[in-house]
């Protein structure tokens, strides 16, 4: 059964499945007047729709997935292959679990919005799926992930350079490069290069939606050196936890507009955090060169690679490396012994010229360019890349980005 309203006939066909009238009547009305869209109503629950979509041909799918539980996320499936060529699909449900993040990232669903719905967004959300599909040659931003495998090992003082190396190497279409902390305690990206954070979790915590581009600049600080960093204000004595909706929405966003993006992530596992390592096209684990610390890290490495995506390969970057330990210490030969393939490499001990850095509140590059630490890490987040011809990838958003191994 499908009712249709409008329009006119180069208008783009968006079809909805929702079993639920009053949704089913507040869309109808909101693109009712509408001469860009014409919209077509299947009435029923998604398990019951393939039949009907089958002989539609929807520009954008909407689907309403209800509560998401197993039978919505199976009919998804049987949907998306009844449309045989992809077509972009806007998910609504009642809330957003993670087997259903799972499932939409495996189907490249475009868009997700929490019910109840508001109209605006909807109508915002397809002009932008339109927008995106007709981009689809952009570069997407490559995002590069940095885990600690403890506290205080240099996650932070490597995410900041690697994000200067990568800015400085830019490819000049001034896209440029963006940290994101998802520390949002108390990261100190922000105080490292000694600005203002501006992201205001709170402001959008329950409507991730309105999380736009100008919002996003607004939330944005900037450093002199030109790169752009999310931070949020330090909350130290809150500890809690964020919707994974405001970190999705926020990465989707980031990898929009810029080249690169290098993410500094918490030691505390959130139900966001497989999402995120989902999402990345590289995955960097930061251990320091001892003995419980290499071990941390080889068991994250194959945390990751046994619970989170079997085809993702994260590297270990060992910080505050030395050729030559003390006897007894750890030497490359044990490191390469526990952790081998995922062994990308070490980064110098250079606590003067850290110190500095941070006491200047600039990128290690303004204190001393090519110092060992930016040369160290450049070999790493640049091995292999020499010839390397970018793929191009589809602008489906941070959702659809299938994780990549690390170089
Ligand atoms: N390569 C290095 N050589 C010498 N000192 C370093 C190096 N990298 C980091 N440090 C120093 O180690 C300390 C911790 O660094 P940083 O804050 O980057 O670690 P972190 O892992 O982000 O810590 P946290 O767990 O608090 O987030 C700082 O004092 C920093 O200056
Ligand atoms: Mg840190």
Redesign the pocket.
């Known amino acids: 059964m499908t009712e249709t309203s409008a329009n006119t006939e180069t208008a783009y066909r968006l079809v909805l499945i929702s079993p639920d009238a009053d949704l089913a009547n507040t869309v109808t009305n909101a693109f009712q007047a509408s001469k860009a869209f014409e919209l077509q109503v299947i009435a029923k629950p998604a398990a019951e729709a393939e039949d009907v979509l089958r002989s539609l041909e929807p520009r954008i799918l909407i689907i309403d997935l209800g509560s998401g539980g197993p039978d919505d996320l199976e009919a998804l499936g049987a949907c998306a292959d009844a449309l045989g060529a992809p077509v972009p699909t806007i998910v609504i449900a009642e809330r957003c679990e993670s087997a259903l993040v799972r499932r939409m990232m495996q189907l490249r669903i475009s868009d997700f919005i929490v019910k109840p719905i508001a109209v605006a967004d909807l109508i915002r959300t397809c002009v932008q799926v339109l927008g995106s599909a007709g981009e689809a040659e952009k570069v997407e931003a490559e995002i590069r992930t940095f885990l600690?495998a403890?506290?205080?090992?240099?996650?932070?003082?490597?995410?900041l350079e690697a994000a200067s190396l990568l800015n400085n190497k830019g490819l000049g279409d001034g896209k440029g490069t963006c940290v994101v902390d998802l520390?949002f305690q108390?990261?100190?990206c922000a105080d490292?290069l000694d600005i203002d954070p501006q992201f205001d979790v709170d402001e959008i915590e329950n409507n991730p939606e309105r999380l736009d581009r100008q919002l996003l600049e607004v939330m944005l600080s900037t450093h002199d050196s030109g790169l752009n960093v999310i931070a949020a204000p330090h909350q130290p004595s809150e500890l809690r936890s964020f919707k994974p909706e405001v970190v999705i929405r926020l990465l989707d966003l980031v990898s929009s507009y810029f080249e690169n993006v290098v993410i500094?992530m918490?030691?505390i596992w959130f139900p966001w955090t497989e999402t995120v390592l989902r999402g990345s096209d590289k995955l960097y684990v930061?251990a320091d060169m001892t003995v419980p610390c290499i071990r941390n890290a080889e068991r994250l490495v194959r945390a990751i690679e046994r619970q989170v995506a079997p085809e993702a390969k994260p590297g270990v970057i060992v910080?505050?490396?030395e050729q030559k330990m003390f006897d007894g210490g750890l030497k490359r030969a044990d490191l390469d012994g526990v952790l081998k393939d995922s062994f990308l490499g070490g980064?110098?001990?250079?606590?003067p010229?850290?110190?500095e850095a941070?006491d200047r509140g600039v990128p290690l590059q303004s204190v001393k360019p090519n110092s060992n630490?930016s040369t160290d890490l450049a070999d790493i987040l640049f091995a292999g890349q020499a010839d390397e011809v970018r793929e191009k990838k589809s602008l489906l958003g941070f959702l659809s980005k299938k994780p990549k191994r690390a170089a």
């Open positions: 600690p403890a506290g205080g090992v240099g996650t932070t003082t490597l995410v520390n108390h990261g100190s490292y500094d918490p030691r930061v910080n505050r490396f980064v110098s001990n250079n606590y010229l850290v110190r941070v630490i």
